[in-house]
């Protein structure tokens, strides 16, 4: 049974603080890693999908790096604002083609006060 | 970007009824699409995995007569809840990717089914 963790389960930040979550997932036949953010009621969004060691992806103030020898992906947040407060998930895939599966975390509850 | 939309977005109804959900892929061709359930401080668990015009491929543990899963067309999947018990109440929600299996997966909003 493949295991992917996610920590903290949740956080509450003041609107300005910076943040950053771990996913770590087996190091052994790893692919790619997902990172989604999912709103209250809407759907999960894409946010980076990763497949190589040292990889570092951005997307406005957030960012996501890759160690797939130690199985680790970290995910930071610059400058949090309420509309950045939702559940981040990641998810770790082992293989590639059309039916490869993905194996969530529990995911990590965000909120910025404002 | 991609859209999938899974309707309906909540269902309650009685002990014994069957449900079905919808997913559909609104702007592009979804060859894969995933089922997931999901409980309460759980993560998403996978279910099955359906390819267009064959048969879904379901996880351990999941009963394939009790969850029906039809993709007869590249851009919808359905799955039948049969026979509902109060067990049965969970969030699902669906998932596709596009031909060859590009990622990312794109996710409907999900269904939260209620059985009394």
């Not at chain 2, 014994?16 to 892929?25: F, Q």
Request: charged share 20%; with cysteine.
């Amino acid at each position: 049974i493949l295991n992917v963790e996610q920590s903290p389960q949740s956080l509450h930040v003041q609107e300005g603080d910076s943040t950053n979550f771990t996913c770590s997932f087996p190091s052994s036949n790893f692919y790619a890693l997902h990172w989604y953010r999912w709103e209250t009621a809407k759907s999960p969004e894409a946010l980076f999908v990763m497949t190589l060691n040292g990889d570092e992806k951005k997307k406005g103030r957030i960012s996501a790096t890759l160690n797939t020898k130690e199985g680790y992906s970290y995910l930071y947040i610059k400058g949090s604002q309420p509309e950045d407060s939702a559940t981040y998930l990641c998810a770790f895939s082992g293989g590639p083609g059309a039916n490869s599966k993905l194996t969530f975390g529990k995911g990590i509850t965000l909120s910025v006060r404002p | 970007g991609a859209v999938v939309s899974q309707h309906p977005s909540r269902v309650i109804c009685k002990s014994g009824t069957s449900v079905k959900i919808e997913c559909r892929s609104l702007d592009f061709q979804a060859t894969t699409m995933f089922w997931y359930r999901q409980f309460p401080k759980k993560s998403l668990m996978l279910m099955a995995t359906s390819n267009e015009g064959s048969k879904a491929t379901y996880e351990q543990g999941v009963e394939k007569d009790k969850f029906l899963i039809n993709h007869a067309s590249l851009t919808l999947s359905t799955l039948t809840v049969t026979s509902a018990h109060p067990e049965d109440s969970s969030f699902y929600i669906c998932s596709a990717r596009g031909r060859r299996g590009k990622w990312p997966q794109h996710f409907g909003d999900g269904t939260r089914l209620s059985i009394l």
